[in-house]
């Protein structure tokens, strides 16, 4: 018998497109982690595969990536930034030959890293999409969808066609980007409810995921916990998250990414450095930003300005053995379960892409690592859920518990005082475009068609769970406000106008130039 172990990358980022402006700073937000974290993976999936290595990843890329990905735009903006570091980079290097032997080390390999970066995005054509599904294709990385714009579920459901059209527009944009039927679906943050399932089916979705807690409260405690995935009443597949390999990965005192020998992620040159030196590679406007070039290592509990200097072989070994001693658990836990199950169990480890890389600069090393661990395992095997479904011969049928992933397992991060004054909003908007939809749902005038599926984008990305969540950690939101009222003021605007028989072209033309996303948008998804 050999236990499977799942790992699911959730890679998502809210659409931020700004072509109105040269800079937007939060455009960097994508930048960082395609340097930091999509293209190091993608790298090294490649290097496993070159060697033989058989791995098993599920990766979730969100529509709104995907479209951010595949706009030309930011393709040439995100090269401009690249050689905008390289730049510095050569800087660093060249400065850091009178500083400490440890930075100059870094600042080597830093510009080594952004040079082969550009040669891979060189290599390439800028499509990191094609890069991603051409590793699907060894049937190692198994790519999976999520709902259209990341909107929470839970919270929509009182619009059953929103729900509708956020799926159907997920499914829509991975065959639209990715040429394929996808099997499995993300929920935004991992967000279900009982009866969601039926969508899912409707859409041709196999397979999701759900938190722990979704199938200890389900309607039917599952036989074998969260050890084996269960089938819904609408016949689709449900994968549950393994809270150890979580702890043993995330964890604020026990998790790997907090060993003191890893980098520091909040001590940068951007803002270490005398501002005329760094004035060229911040925001134009002066505020500085992290630039990805940082010299120090998380050292432990002292102050930003106290923190020892990094050692990039240092925190080499010590993700070697962090892999080793990860793959010892999985090996141990797949033996306990073995032993009281008595049938192969399934461990599912799902995380947000962006630590592999972005958070934790070592993580993809790890990954690594961990899979050339596993390749020799005796009793741990890593693998993807379509294969994982394909070996099952009897399933137990259960209703999951309305869940999600956030803080205390349910709804409270995208609903509490900081943020609930958006959903009467959202709902009016969402029953406003149903009515449009069910109205104008046989339109055959070119210029009403656009100004509807104008309406139903501007919709989706007012809905996009990042605001919410952003105006409770409490980071950048006054733009998670300014993105929510903007999106619902032009999708007012329009409705208006529609209404009225009075639409702008003009104004319609921006609006599609400055909110391009979902070129293949069809609003009656709402009627």
Same mark, same amino acid.
């Given at each position: $018998?050999?236990?499977?172990?799942?790992?699911?990358?959730?890679?998502?980022? !809210?659409?931020?497109?700004?072509?109105?402006?040269?800079?937007?700073?939060?455009?960097?937000?994508?930048?960082?982690?395609?340097?930091?974290?999509?293209?190091?993976?993608?790298?090294?999936?490649?290097?496993?595969?070159? #060697?033989?290595?058989?791995?098993?990843?599920? $990766?979730?890329?969100?529509?709104?990536?995907?479209?951010?990905?595949?706009?030309?735009?930011?393709?040439?903006?995100?090269?401009?930034?690249?050689?905008?570091?390289?730049?510095? =980079?050569?800087?660093?290097?060249?400065?850091?030959?009178?500083? &400490?032997?440890?930075?100059?080390?870094?600042?080597?390999?830093?510009?080594?890293?952004?040079?082969?970066?550009?040669?891979?995005?060189?290599?390439?054509?800028?499509?990191?999409?094609?890069?991603?599904?051409? @590793?699907?294709?060894?049937? #190692?990385?198994?790519?999976?969808?999520?709902?259209?714009?990341?909107?929470?579920?839970? /919270?929509?459901?009182?619009?059953?066609?929103?729900?509708?059209?956020?799926?159907?527009?997920?499914?829509?944009?991975?065959?639209?980007?990715?040429?394929?039927?996808?099997?499995?679906?993300?929920?935004?943050?991992?967000?279900?409810?009982?009866? *969601?399932?039926?969508?899912?089916?409707?859409?041709?979705?196999?397979?999701?995921?759900?938190?722990?807690?979704?199938?200890?409260?389900?309607?039917?405690?599952?036989?074998?916990?969260?050890?084996?995935?269960?089938?819904?009443?609408?016949?689709?597949?449900?994968?549950?998250?393994?809270? &150890?390999?979580?702890?043993?990965?995330?964890?604020?005192?026990?998790?790997?990414?907090?060993?003191?020998?890893?980098?520091?992620?909040?001590?940068?040159?951007?803002?270490?450095?005398?501002?005329?030196?760094?004035?060229?590679?911040?925001?134009?406007?002066?505020?500085?930003?992290?630039?990805?070039?940082?010299?120090?290592?998380?050292?432990?509990?002292?102050? /930003?300005?106290?923190?020892?200097?990094?050692? !990039?072989?240092?925190?080499?070994?010590?993700?070697?053995?962090?892999?080793?001693?990860?793959?010892?658990?999985?090996?141990?836990?797949?033996?306990? *379960?073995?032993?009281?199950?008595? +049938?192969? !169990?399934? +461990?599912?480890?799902?995380?947000?892409?962006?630590?592999?890389?972005?958070?934790?600069?070592?993580?993809?090393?790890?990954?690594?690592?961990?899979?050339?661990?596993?390749?020799?395992?005796?009793? @741990?095997?890593?693998?993807? !859920?379509?294969?994982?479904?394909?070996?099952?011969?009897? @399933?137990?049928?259960?209703?999951?518990?309305?869940?999600?992933?956030?803080?205390?397992?349910?709804?409270?991060?995208?609903?509490?005082?900081? #943020?609930?004054? +958006?959903?009467?909003?959202?709902? &009016?908007?969402?029953?406003?475009?149903?009515?449009?939809?069910?109205?104008?749902?046989?339109?055959?005038?070119?210029?009403?068609? %656009?100004?509807?599926?104008?309406?139903? %984008?501007?919709?989706?990305?007012?809905?996009?769970?990042?605001?919410?969540?952003?105006?409770?950690?409490?980071?950048?939101?006054?733009?998670?406000?300014?993105?929510?009222?903007?999106?619902?003021?032009?999708?007012? &605007?329009?409705?208006?106008?529609?209404?009225?028989?009075?639409?702008?072209?003009?104004?319609?033309?921006?609006?599609?130039? +400055?909110?391009?996303?979902?070129?293949?948008?069809?609003?009656?998804?709402? =009627?």
């Amino acid at each position: $018998m050999k236990g499977k172990f799942l790992v699911m990358l959730h890679a998502h980022l !809210p659409y931020v497109n700004h072509p109105d402006h040269p800079y937007f700073m939060e455009e960097n937000w994508l930048f960082e982690a395609i340097t930091e974290t999509y293209i190091p993976l993608i790298m090294m999936f490649k290097r496993l595969m070159k #060697n033989g290595i058989p791995f098993g990843v599920t $990766m979730s890329l969100t529509p709104p990536l995907l479209e951010m990905l595949s706009n030309k735009t930011l393709q040439q903006k995100y090269r401009n930034h690249l050689l905008s570091l390289i730049e510095l =980079a050569e800087k660093e290097v060249a400065r850091t030959k009178s500083e &400490e032997h440890l930075k100059n080390v870094c600042a080597k390999k830093y510009l080594n890293d952004f040079k082969k970066t550009l040669e891979f995005l060189d290599d390439c054509d800028g499509d990191i999409v094609k890069e991603f599904k051409e @590793v699907a294709k060894s049937g #190692n990385l198994e790519l999976i969808t999520c709902n259209a714009t990341h909107g929470f579920l839970p /919270l929509m459901r009182v619009n059953p066609q929103a729900v509708h059209a956020q799926v159907a527009m997920g499914v829509r944009t991975f065959k639209e980007r990715l040429a394929e039927d996808p099997e499995g679906m993300w929920l935004a943050e991992c967000g279900y409810y009982p009866g *969601l399932d039926k969508e899912l089916a409707e859409q041709g979705i196999k397979f999701f995921f759900v938190d722990s807690h979704a199938l200890w409260y389900a309607d039917v405690p599952p036989k074998y916990d969260v050890y084996r995935p269960v089938i819904t009443p609408n016949d689709v597949f449900v994968f549950a998250r393994d809270p &150890e390999s979580s702890e043993q990965v995330w964890s604020a005192q026990f998790g790997y990414p907090g060993d003191f020998n890893y980098r520091e992620f909040y001590r940068d040159v951007g803002f270490d450095r005398e501002m005329n030196y760094i004035k060229p590679y911040i925001d134009p406007a002066g505020n500085r930003i992290n630039t990805g070039i940082k010299y120090h290592r998380i050292t432990g509990n002292v102050d /930003l300005s106290d923190k020892a200097l990094y050692d !990039p072989l240092k925190a080499l070994e010590v993700a070697k053995s962090h892999a080793k001693d990860f793959a010892i658990k999985k090996s141990n836990q797949v033996q306990r *379960l073995i032993d009281s199950m008595e +049938i192969e !169990p399934v +461990i599912v480890a799902p995380f947000d892409a962006e630590l592999f890389g972005h958070w934790w600069y070592e993580g993809p090393l790890f990954l690594e690592y961990l899979f050339k661990e596993l390749a020799n395992s005796p009793n @741990v095997e890593s693998s993807t !859920p379509s294969r994982v479904i394909s070996t099952l011969e009897s @399933v137990q049928v259960v209703t999951p518990a309305m869940s999600t992933w956030g803080a205390n397992g349910y709804n409270e991060t995208w609903l509490n005082g900081t #943020n609930d004054w +958006i959903y009467p909003h959202l709902h &009016e908007a969402e029953e406003r475009m149903v009515q449009l939809a069910g109205k104008y749902k046989d339109a055959t005038d070119p210029l009403y068609i %656009r100004a509807l599926n104008m309406c139903a %984008r501007e919709l989706m990305l007012a809905e996009s769970s990042d605001w919410a969540f952003i105006m409770t950690t409490g980071t950048t939101v006054e733009y998670a406000v300014n993105r929510t009222k903007t999106h619902l003021s032009r999708f007012l &605007e329009l409705y208006d106008a529609i209404r009225a028989h009075n639409i702008d072209e003009r104004l319609l033309e921006y609006y599609e130039w +400055i909110d391009p996303i979902f070129p293949y948008m069809d609003y009656r998804l709402y =009627a």
